[in-house]
C-alpha cells in the first residue's frame, strides 16, 4: 500500500522567512495530493492540493510542486506570517486504492512556528 | 452552516462502554469516511462509505462498525472501548471518485477511563 513520508517534523522561522515541507510517496499509481493545515485543537483545514497532471500550483503565499519522477511533493509558504503557525500534512490519493473512491494516506505532520 | 458536523464533541467514557459518534454532511457529497487522530497526531484512514455501501474497511478492530442510514450520515459505533482507542475521530466527506478535496468535521474527542 501507499506510504507516505514527510519532513521535517519540526521547523522554525523567523517571520518572514520562507518555510519548505518535502514529502515522498511510494505509491507511482497515486494521483492527488492535498495539503492540509491543522490548527491546535481544530480539523484540518485543506489548503492547497495538486494533481500528477501538474507540475506546479500557486494560491497566493502558498505553492506546491510535485515532481513524479522522483515521487516526491513540496509546500512552500512564502513571507510567512505567526498565524501561519500549526501541524502541516501532505496526504496521497493512490489511483487503485479502494477501486473508484480515494481515501487520503496522511504524512506525519510538520510543527511549523513562526516567530514574530 | 456547519458543512461536516459530528456529535458529541467530548466524549468520556469507561472501559467497556458502547459508545457512538454521528456524522452529518450538507454538501450533497456522495462519499464519507472516519479517520483517526492518535496522541502523536497521526491521521489514519478507518473507513470510508460511498452511496451507502462500504469501500473499505481498514485493518480495525471488529469492535468498531459504521453505519449510514443516507449518503449524508456516518455514524460510528464503538464496542468494548479499550483504553487505546482514546483518540481524536474525524469525520470528513467529498465527492465520489478518486482525486477529490475532502471537507472535516471538528472532530470527537474520545477519552478512556
Redesign the interface.
Known amino acids: 500500500g501507499e506510504n507516505v513520508e514527510q519532513h521535517p517534523s519540526t521547523l522554525s522561522v523567523q517571520e518572514g522567512d520562507s518555510a519548505v515541507i518535502k514529502c515522498t510517496y511510494s505509491d507511482s499509481a497515486s494521483?492527488?495530493f492535498?495539503w492540509?493545515k491543522?490548527e491546535l485543537g481544530?480539523?484540518?483545514?485543506?489548503i492547497i492540493?495538486i494533481?500528477s497532471n501538474v507540475g506546479e500550483k500557486k494560491d497566493q503565499r502558498i505553492a506546491v510542486t510535485l515532481n513524479k519522477t522522483a515521487k516526491h511533493f513540496s509546500l512552500h509558504i512564502t513571507e510567512t506570517q505567526p498565524e501561519d503557525s500549526a501541524?502541516y500534512?501532505c496526504a496521497a490519493?493512490p489511483?487503485g486504492?479502494?477501486?473508484?473512491?480515494?481515501?487520503?494516506?496522511?504524512g506525519?505532520?510538520t510543527k511549523l512556528s513562526v516567530k514574530p | 452552516d456547519t458543512a461536516v458536523s459530528q456529535t458529541p464533541k467530548y466524549l468520556v467514557t469507561q472501559m467497556g462502554n458502547d459508545k457512538s459518534i454521528k456524522c452529518e454532511q450538507n454538501l450533497g457529497h456522495d462519499?464519507m469516511?472516519w479517520?483517526k487522530q492518535d496522541s502523536?497526531?497521526?491521521?489514519?484512514?478507518m473507513f470510508?462509505y460511498?452511496n451507502k455501501e462500504l469501500?473499505?474497511n481498514e485493518t480495525v478492530p471488529n469492535r468498531f462498525s459504521p453505519k449510514s442510514p443516507d449518503k449524508a450520515h456516518l455514524n460510528l459505533h464503538i464496542n468494548s472501548l479499550e483504553l487505546g482507542d482514546s483518540a481524536v475521530y474525524?469525520c470528513a466527506s467529498?465527492h465520489?471518485?478518486?482525486?477529490?478535496?475532502?471537507?472535516?468535521?471538528?472532530?470527537t474527542r474520545l477519552s478512556i477511563l
Open positions: 494521483n492527488y492535498p492540509y491543522q481544530k480539523r484540518p483545514q485543506l492540493d494533481r501541524v500534512f490519493t489511483r486504492y479502494g477501486g473508484s473512491q480515494g481515501n487520503l494516506i496522511f506525519k505532520g | 462519499t469516511y479517520y502523536k497526531k497521526f491521521l489514519k484512514i470510508s460511498n469501500i473499505i474525524f467529498s465520489a471518485g478518486g482525486g477529490q478535496p475532502q471537507h472535516f468535521g471538528d472532530g
